[in-house]
């Protein structure tokens, strides 16, 4: 493990894009014709795992799809890549089941069933999906399982499903098998699809803030491939929430595992378990629900690691454009601070609009840095506000010893150095070095 002086500057980190040279090809499509739906604006998830068992992490790419009345003959689907070696990739998508035709959010990979075969579960603004390793091969077991997710009905009565973001995997009781918590954003149909406007005159994507929002969900594992949906007695049923980012830490050390669920323009909730498999939602006293001025943030993207060397968790938080990154630190067992401008990366953070968030220790020093995915939702926005842009640049910030974050990206290769929309991250070691 390199020794870095934290007055010394950062090491050399350099990413390089290997994009064309891999074998992938993938292209993400949204389904656009012209009438800006807003989940146009947020598609675009990735899952690494190592879907044969060969010891090599393999890429799934979540993909949007046709919209009714506009089917096309050859609909677009998720992708999935097999890892060759050597930063090789096959596209198995067929082969593994996996063309299948649905509007993507986010994806989570575990072995739920404990046959020793990664499964894979699927949110969509639609019926989610439940999709069963067997062997290589992945097998529809949504409704055999239960976890295709709720429903809601408009004023008059018509019910649509609900629309899933991002999930997790999380053994919440500690009997052995994966339960699943689920979140869900706000209540849309294209029939519901609301007309707002960045520039008084041209449509633009609507804002969650039009809608009224949804419960996560969440489902207990029996064991014998059934789920039972348990957001009322786990106490995880909030209407509230309009849900972009879910991840699970035993915050407190007590040996149980909390939920930390961010959320767009409502406050994030923090789930703490009672250890019986119910949880508290502490987030305004823990100091997480909303930022120092008490306001409600765009949260999107959300990561959890020890920051400082000494085991304080910190909560990441990617957010809208002019909120900053959330840099939620534990001060004391349920109290965090956001030391954002403390750590020196609220500045940086600003303007961009980060969708996707994670820790990494890129330089293997030992302590964790941030990565950032940015990219705004309106292709026009640069006429409105001329210090923003719709393709933004991907962010990579050093951790200095605990001591605080430098921005590195523009000393980090030719893979921060183009501007993406970016919506998804995901990291892991592809080549195995």
């Given at each position: 493990?390199?020794?870095?002086?934290?007055?010394?500057?950062?090491?050399?980190?350099?990413?390089?894009?290997?994009?064309?040279?891999?074998?992938?090809?993938?292209?993400?499509?949204?389904?656009?014709?012209?009438?800006?739906?807003m989940p146009e604006s947020l598609t675009g998830g990735a899952v690494l795992f190592d879907?044969?068992?060969?010891?090599?992490?393999?890429?799934?790419?979540?993909?949007?799809?046709?919209?009714?009345?506009?089917?096309?003959?050859?609909?677009?689907?998720?992708?999935?890549?097999?890892?060759?070696?050597?930063?090789?990739?096959?596209?198995?998508?067929?082969?593994?089941?996996?063309?299948?035709?649905?509007?993507?959010?986010?994806?989570?990979?575990?072995?739920?069933?404990?046959?020793?075969?990664?499964?894979?579960?699927?949110?969509?603004?639609?019926?989610?999906?439940?999709?069963?390793?067997?062997?290589?091969?992945?097998?529809?077991?949504?409704?055999?399982?239960?976890?295709?997710?709720?429903?809601?009905?408009?004023?008059?009565?018509?019910?649509?499903?609900?629309?899933?973001?991002?999930?997790?995997?999380?053994?919440?009781?500690?009997?052995?098998?994966?339960?699943?918590?689920?979140?869900?954003?706000?209540?849309?149909?294209?029939?519901?699809?609301?007309?707002?406007?960045?520039?008084?005159?041209?449509?633009?994507?609507?804002?969650?803030?039009?809608?009224?929002?949804?419960?996560?969900?969440?489902?207990?594992?029996?064991?014998?491939?059934?789920?039972?949906?348990?957001?009322?007695?786990?106490?995880?049923?909030?209407?509230?929430?309009?849900?972009?980012?879910?991840?699970?830490?035993?915050?407190?050390?007590?040996?149980?595992?909390?939920?930390?669920?961010?959320?767009?323009?409502?406050?994030?909730?923090?789930?703490?378990?009672?250890?019986?498999?119910?949880?508290?939602?502490?987030?305004?006293?823990?100091?997480?629900?909303?930022?120092?001025?008490?306001?409600?943030?765009?949260?999107?993207?959300?990561?959890?690691?020890?920051?400082?060397?000494?085991?304080?968790?910190?909560?990441?938080?990617?957010?809208?454009?002019?909120?900053?990154?959330?840099?939620?630190?534990?001060?004391?067992?349920?109290?965090?601070?956001?030391?954002?401008?403390?750590?020196r990366i609220a500045t940086p953070t600003l303007l961009p609009l980060t969708f996707g968030?994670?820790?990494?220790?890129?330089?293997?020093?030992?302590?964790?840095?941030?990565?950032?995915?940015?990219?705004?939702?309106?292709?026009?926005?640069?006429?409105?506000?001329?210090?923003?842009?719709?393709?933004?640049?991907?962010?990579?910030?050093?951790?200095?010893?605990?001591?605080?974050?430098v921005d590195v990206s523009a000393e980090s290769g030719d893979a921060f150095g183009r501007?993406?929309?970016?919506?998804?991250?995901?990291?892991?070691?592809?080549?195995?070095?």
């Amino acid at each position: 493990m390199p020794s870095v002086d934290s007055a010394a500057g950062p090491p050399a980190i350099r990413f390089t894009d290997v994009t064309e040279s891999s074998g992938i090809d993938f292209v993400h499509a949204t389904g656009a014709f012209g009438e800006k739906l807003m989940p146009e604006s947020l598609t675009g998830g990735a899952v690494l795992f190592d879907y044969d068992g060969d010891g090599r992490l393999d890429i799934l790419f979540l993909n949007g799809t046709d919209w009714p009345g506009h089917e096309t003959p050859d609909p677009p689907t998720a992708r999935l890549y097999r890892n060759l070696g050597e930063m090789g990739f096959a596209d198995v998508t067929a082969k593994a089941g996996l063309d299948i035709a649905f509007y993507g959010m986010g994806g989570t990979a575990a072995d739920y069933d404990g046959d020793g075969d990664t499964d894979l579960h699927l949110t969509s603004v639609g019926d989610n999906l439940l999709l069963r390793n067997d062997q290589g091969r992945f097998v529809d077991v949504t409704s055999t399982a239960g976890v295709g997710g709720g429903r809601w009905e408009t004023e008059q009565g018509v019910s649509h499903p609900e629309w899933s973001t991002a999930a997790a995997w999380v053994d919440v009781d500690r009997d052995g098998w994966l339960d699943l918590f689920v979140g869900n954003y706000v209540q849309w149909s294209p029939e519901t699809d609301l007309f707002t406007s960045v520039d008084g005159v041209n449509k633009s994507y609507a804002t969650p803030s039009e809608y009224r929002g949804l419960t996560s969900r969440l489902y207990r594992n029996l064991g014998d491939g059934r789920f039972e949906e348990v957001t009322d007695g786990a106490g995880v049923n909030n209407p509230d929430g309009k849900t972009l980012g879910v991840a699970i830490a035993d915050y407190d050390r007590d040996g149980d595992p909390d939920i930390i669920v961010t959320n767009d323009t409502q406050p994030n909730f923090l789930y703490k378990n009672r250890g019986d498999g119910t949880f508290e939602d502490i987030a305004l006293t823990a100091g997480v629900a909303y930022d120092g001025a008490g306001r409600a943030r765009a949260g999107m993207g959300v990561d959890v690691a020890s920051v400082d060397g000494e085991g304080s968790i910190g909560i990441a938080i990617g957010n809208f454009s002019r909120e900053s990154l959330s840099l939620y630190v534990q001060s004391f067992e349920d109290l965090f601070v956001d030391f954002a401008g403390k750590k020196r990366i609220a500045t940086p953070t600003l303007l961009p609009l980060t969708f996707g968030v994670t820790f990494s220790d890129v330089d293997l020093d030992g302590y964790q840095d941030i990565i950032c995915v940015n990219g705004h939702l309106e292709p026009e926005i640069n006429r409105v506000l001329k210090e923003i842009s719709y393709r933004q640049l991907p962010q990579l910030f050093w951790n200095q010893r605990g001591t605080g974050y430098v921005d590195v990206s523009a000393e980090s290769g030719d893979a921060f150095g183009r501007p993406i929309v970016g919506r998804g991250l995901a990291y892991g070691d592809l080549d195995g070095d």
